[in-house]
């Protein structure tokens, strides 16, 4: 288990344990964690490497997209049916690697050695990225100054009220 960052990461250190994994190793998957799967102990988000060293390499790699555990993914966490659990998919899917849209996916190692050793869903092209609509920084700004508008006022208010307290 490691975070997510071993996946992207772009240093030559990231790079060499990749090539190695492939190369080495025989790297079975890849299983991708929700964010929050391991609150409250760290809400990074983290993933599997599952390999074998046996003198076999890597041929193909199964990637598998978990979800959900069965909680909340909160730091107070809760379980139940309620919460969606693919933990259950998972092991029914792993003998066989088997794949399914939106799920799981085998890729050849050539695939992931002409990504740049990059093992994300989106940047294999096996899930759209994620994208973040962000306010416009003026909007930002005005939301900020009104606040501190307020703020100050508030201030200003507990200033009248302890100042008329000491006469």
């Known amino acids: 288990m490691l ?9 030559n250190s990231h790079i060499e344990v990749k ?3 492939l190369a080495e190793c025989d790297l079975q998957a890849v299983v991708n964690l929700p964010k929050g799967m391991f609150e409250p102990y760290t809400p990074n988000p983290t993933c599997i490497l599952i390999f074998q060293k046996t003198g076999k390499t890597t041929k193909n790699t199964w990637f598998y997209n978990l979800e959900g555990d ?9 379980f139940g049916p309620q ?3 693919d ?3 998972l092991l029914s899917k792993w003998p066989t690697r088997a ?17 740049d050793y990059n093992l ?6 096996l899930i759209e990225a994620d994208t973040t609509d962000h306010a416009n920084p003026e909007d930002i700004l005005k939301s900020v100054a009104e606040k501190e508008k307020r703020i100050l006022k508030i201030v200003e208010e507990m200033r009248k009220l302890v100042t008329a307290k000491r006469k």
């Open 19 to 21: 090539k190695r994994l």
């Open 3 to 11: 975070p997510n960052g071993i996946l992207f990461g772009d240093t």
């Open 99 to 115: 794949t399914e849209d939106g799920r799981a996916w085998l890729v050849p190692k050539k695939r992931i050695i002409d990504n």
């Open 83 to 85: 919460f969606r659990n």
């Open 87 to 89: 933990i259950p998919d």
């Open 120 to 125: 994300t869903l989106a940047s294999l092209g």
């Open 70 to 78: 069965g909680s909340s993914l909160r730091k107070a966490r809760k």
